[in-house]
């Protein structure tokens, strides 16, 4: 098991930037996959992005693609999403999430979740 905290949401015009950062504690932080999750109100929680533990590939959903990264630091035990470009519809709660990939990265799971932080887009 693995504890998670979230920082870095907050209030931003369009267009501008912010950085999340997930730091997590307990079991080896690099044998685990790493994403982050979005809910916005009335819609159910969606993926964004996830970093595999094996070979550090990334994926993301459509919508952000081109506008968000997401990393991971395996000494600091710490997985970022930076967000540029940001648009009023990514306005949510975001939540860190640690897990496991299979199949060669077809199939993820996850275990653990963080308690989210707020990202608000201001048009």
């Known amino acids: 098991q693995v504890q998670l905290v979230e920082s870095g949401g907050g209030l931003v015009q369009a267009g501008g930037s912010l950085r999340l950062s997930c730091a997590a504690s307990?079991?080896?932080?690099?044998?685990?996959?790493m994403g982050w999750f979005r809910q916005a109100p009335g819609k159910e929680r969606e993926f964004v992005a996830g970093?595999?533990?094996?070979?550090?590939?990334?994926y993301y959903v459509d919508s952000v693609k081109g506008r968000f990264t997401i990393s991971r630091d395996n000494a600091k035990n710490t997985v970022y999403l930076q967000m540029n470009s940001l648009k009023p519809e990514d306005t949510a709660v975001y939540y860190c999430?640690?897990?496991?990939?299979?199949?060669?990265?077809?199939?993820?799971?996850?275990?653990?979740w963080g308690q989210g932080t707020q990202v608000t887009v201001s048009s």
């Open positions: 999430a640690a897990g496991a990939t299979s199949l060669g990265g077809r199939r993820w799971s996850w275990s653990d």
């Open positions: 307990g079991r080896a932080f690099s044998t685990y996959a």
């Open positions: 970093i595999r533990e094996s070979d550090g590939s990334t």
